[in-house]
């Protein structure tokens, strides 16, 4: 049995975010929370991630953000499990605010930071679809560990996602852009699942009738997260 309590500030915005199982009988045995604080422009400045009971965690997240509202570093400080965690994140866009390179760090006492993982991403060319086209992802010295390659409809959504090391993703979608139905093949020709979801629910026409505050109130409303 689970629980899930959200706690939301004066603008909505969600300030706390708590997930509780229990026992049959009752018993909490997990409790996950999350808080966040936000910027003037509502962005998340700092979120703290806590976890107790099947796990232990006790993480710090902080953000700093470009004038477009483009977050360019994230530093992740705490406690994983029992794991120390250091890491810094870098982020670089092009000019329709899209992802361009991502670089991971430990980040070390001296200042001197160390290199750990590199993703850069392309975008198909002549459109401005949100979602890269390209994803490769390479280690400290520049090898590349794996790529993902997507293939878009006429509409900019992915129908296929081909990862070198997980295999291929095809996605078929309602007419509210939600996919309703997933086929995964494994990288090595087997099929791992076809998955068919909720098909043109009515709360479909009231996130396109009344955007995204709506999709997010709805969707924890009925304890889903919004497709």
């Known amino acids: 049995n689970g629980q899930t309590l959200y706690e939301y500030d004066e603008k909505y915005r969600i300030r706390k975010h708590t997930a509780n199982q229990y026992q049959p009988g009752g018993e909490l045995v997990y409790t996950a929370t999350i808080q966040y604080t936000y910027n003037e422009h509502d962005d998340v400045v700092t979120y703290i991630e806590s976890a107790f009971g099947y796990e ?3 993480l710090s997240y902080t953000h700093e953000y470009d004038v477009q509202g483009n977050m360019i570093t994230q530093i992740e400080k705490g406690m994983d499990d029992g794991n120390p ?3 810094k994140y870098t982020f670089a866009y ?10 991971v760090y430990n980040i070390i006492e001296s200042n001197n930071d160390e290199l750990i993982k590199q993703y850069e991403y392309t975008y198909t060319e002549g459109k401005q679809y949100k979602d890269f086209e390209t994803m490769i992802e390479k280690d400290a010295t520049g090898s590349i560990e794996s790529q993902v390659t997507n293939t878009f409809d006429e509409k900019g959504r992915i129908i296929k996602e081909d990862d070198t ?5 095809e996605n078929t979608y309602d007419d509210y852009d939600c996919i309703i139905k997933q ?11 076809t998955t068919t979801y909720y098909k ?7 996130y396109k009738t009344f955007g995204v ?5 709805i969707d924890h409303a009925w304890g889903r997260e919004p497709c």
């Open 56 to 58: 232990y965690i006790n």
């Open 85 to 87: 965690v250091n890491r």
């Open 94 to 103: 092009d000019e329709y605010n899209r992802l361009l390179k991502e670089n």
């Open 165 to 169: 090391t997980r295999g291929i993703t």
């Open 183 to 193: 086929k995964i093949t494994l990288s090595d020709g087997i099929e791992e699942a």
């Open 200 to 206: 043109n629910n009515p709360e479909k026409v009231l």
């Open 213 to 217: 505050e709506a999709e997010y109130i």
